[in-house]
T-cell receptor, first 114, second 116 residues
Framework: KNQVEQSPQSLIILEGKNCTLQ??????????LRWYKQDTGRGPVSLTI?????NTKSNGRYTATLDADTKQSSLHITASQLSDSASYIC?????????????FGRGTQLTVWP | ETGVTQTPRHLVMGMTNKKSLKCEQH?????MYWYKQSAKKPLELMFV???????ENNSVPSRFSPECPNSSHLFLHLHTLQPEDSALYLC???????????????FGEGSRLTVL
């Protein structure tokens, strides 16, 4: 069964600290993996998208890693800011045609305290 | 600003009401989507339109009726909804149906629906 599991479900950190969010998936075939940031009451916004051949990708203070062999990804946030408080959603895409599908994780709710 | 605009942002309706959600994309995309996001659940794909033709309907109850009059606009007509239909409804677009899988998906801000 194609699934995307994220951990932890929620996380609280102090401003300025680093944190790492995890995503494990069983989706096959694999096309790409995306991380989205969703502020409360807003739509998801793309942070990174990685294909099979990419191991790491950065977007400012956000760095995503992908291990396609173990089917794991992580999102590392450096020097957290209050504006990083949001839900982070891992999405795995299967296939590369109109038959492909997106599989969404439940998200990790990150709260950054001052 | 993602280029996908949804209205209204908030909607409260009774179970006997009829209302509509509107989505407009300014990106020149050919595929548009409706997603449902309930608390603590993954996003659920409801409908997919490609070049104004409905290409996917994921067993959505008939009380939800989509309409795509052109490639820039997408509506979700609502009637006789149930309280469990309360959720955030997200519209998204992509360059085309394949790009929605292989590339970027752009989401609107969502319409928060409460059914009393």
């Amino acid at each position: 069964k194609n699934q995307v599991e994220q951990s932890p479900q929620s996380l609280i950190i102090l401003e300025g600290k680093n944190c790492t969010l995890q995503c494990n998936y069983t989706v096959s075939p694999f096309s790409n993996l995306r991380w989205y940031k969703q502020d409360t009451g807003r739509g998801p916004v793309s942070l990174t998208i990685m294909t099979f051949s990419e191991n790491t990708k950065s977007n400012g203070r956000y760095t995503a890693t992908l291990d396609a062999d173990t089917k794991q990804s992580s999102l590392h946030i450096t020097a957290s800011q209050l504006s990083d408080s949001a839900s982070y959603i891992c999405v795995v895409s299967s296939g590369g045609s109109t038959l492909g599908r997106l599989y969404f994780g439940r998200g990790t709710q990150l709260t950054v305290w001052p | 600003e993602t280029g996908v605009t949804q209205t209204p942002r908030h909607l409260v309706m009774g179970m006997t009401n009829k209302k509509s959600l509107k989505c407009e994309q300014h990106l020149g995309h050919n595929a548009m989507y409706w997603y449902k996001q309930s608390a603590k659940k993954p996003l659920e794909l409801m409908f997919v339109y490609s070049l104004e033709e409905r290409v996917e309907n994921n067993s959505v109850p008939s009380r939800f009726s989509p309409e795509c009059p052109n490639s820039s606009h997408l509506f979700l007509h609502l009637h006789t909804l149930q309280p469990e239909d309360s959720a955030l409804y997200l519209c998204a677009s992509s360059q085309d149906r394949v790009a929605g899988v292989t590339g970027e998906l752009f989401f609107g801000e969502g319409s928060r629906l409460t059914v009393l």
